[in-house]
């Protein structure tokens, strides 16, 4: 008879805990109303499907080659000064300008003679010094321009010269690269188009994990960066150099988080160029089957307005929050196409995953509570009845 007069003491208390359950957070429910107010709208509830998949999945990914261009397959390095330039002349026989091979018997050997003239720096008045040439002006000028400029000064004076002209080295066509990379320096261009990858390789290489690097590059005041494995999987990204590019190299690791009904809650590391919605929730083991509401699993993001447009119609006030667009993507799970759908939306960084708890989490939770509870003053009367008796 105790017992059962504790039994309803025991349920009442429960009830009155219940208003104190504490919440793991919104519930599928709260999303769709806490889209908007009265007053303003506070993001975009996006189902996804088929008719969205091909706007929402992925964004456009900032690109190099789209924004610089491949570049040249190989570019005519102009000189400048400080520049240094090496020069050899020839000229056909017999002639004896440059010097020539004499024979014991006195005669020039028709081969031709030759000479190299020692790699001089380009001085502050943007010439060089060649021998029975004079002072041959080269700045602004490409090595193919000095060679005519040479063979035109030794014309009446060599027979048929000919010159090749090589910068050495550069202080003006070079390129820097700086940040993460094992020892940062400014590399000389040669003209046989070097590209990005070779100039960080020149550089030692990059100091953190390929998935963890981004790659920056500015060129005339435009900025445009990629990740390092996305370089590596795309070759037309290995952009080739122009003099004054820089290259900078910066430990940036990708990373999305998530929250809720899933089986852990974490900040989870890409560790690969792109990933899916459906590697992210395997990544987070999946949804908790105690408490998940299947049909409420939301991946929150700033979405970019341009892309955005495709999906949310013309007037929608949520267009008018700037150049970046609060979305909430919801995947029902439930729903064999959208778990389909998954393995083709692409996660971006900073993605928050959100799951939400199923309707009956709170009950859960209630009855666990009435449990810890129950069972020890059910336990105690059980034994002052038992006691009784003895």
């Known amino acids: 008879m105790a017992r059962l007069t504790v039994l309803p003491l025991l349920v009442a208390m429960a009830v009155s805990v219940s208003g104190c359950i504490p919440r793991s957070g919104p519930t599928t429910g709260d999303i769709l109303n806490q889209r908007k107010t009265s007053t303003n709208l506070n ?17 456009p990914r900032e690109s190099l080659a789209a924004k610089f261009g491949a570049g040249p397959r190989s570019s005519d390095l102009r000189i400048a000064v400080g520049d240094v330039v090496g020069v050899n002349i020839w000229e056909a026989p017999p002639g004896s300008l440059f010097g020539g091979n ?27 010094a060649v021998p029975y040439a004079g002072r041959i002006k080269v700045i602004g000028n490409t090595p193919t321009q000095v060679e005519q400029q040479i063979t035109k000064a030794l014309e009446g004076k060599a027979v048929q010269p000919q010159a090749l002209v090589t910068i050495q080295r ?33 550089a030692g290489g990059i100091r953190a994990a390929a998935s963890d690097s981004m790659v920056g590059l500015t060129r005339n ?37 998530v929250f809720g009904a899933a089986g852990r809650n974490a900040e989870v590391p890409f560790d ?40 949310i119609p013309e007037g929608n006030p949520i267009l008018s929050k700037g150049e970046y667009i609060p979305v909430v993507y919801r995947f029902n799970m439930r729903d064999t196409n959208v778990m389909l759908s ?3 939306f692409e996660i971006q960084p900073r993605d928050v995953i959100y799951i939400a708890n199923a309707a009956g989490a709170d009950v859960q939770k209630i009855m666990a509570i009435f449990q810890g509870v129950s069972s020890p003053a059910i336990n105690a009367t059980s034994f002052g009845i038992t006691a009784s008796r003895l």
């Open 43 to 59: 993001y975009a509830l996006v189902d996804i499907g088929k008719d969205i998949l091909s706007y929402a999945g992925t964004r």
């Open 221 to 257: 005041g435009v900025v445009a960066r990629v990740p390092f494995d996305v370089m590596l999987e795309n070759p037309e990204e290995n952009v080739r150099l122009r003099s004054g590019d820089l290259i900078t190299v910066v430990r940036e690791p990708r990373t999305f988080l």
């Open 272 to 311: 690969a160029s792109r990933i899916t919605m459906a590697d992210a929730l395997a990544k987070s083991a999946g949804l908790n089957d105690q408490r998940a509401d299947a049909s409420g699993v939301f991946v929150l993001r700033y979405e970019l307005a341009s892309i955005a447009r495709r999906f």
């Open 342 to 344: 998954m393995q083709r």
């Open 170 to 202: 550069s202080t003006a066509n070079a390129v820097t690269v700086t940040g993460e990379v094992a020892a940062g320096a400014r590399i000389s261009l040669t003209g046989a188009g070097e590209r990005v990858l070779d100039a960080i390789a020149t």
């Open 102 to 128: 004499i024979t014991m018997a006195g005669f020039q050997q028709p081969s031709g003679s030759s000479t190299t003239i020692p790699a001089q720096t380009v001085s502050g008045n943007g010439t060089i």
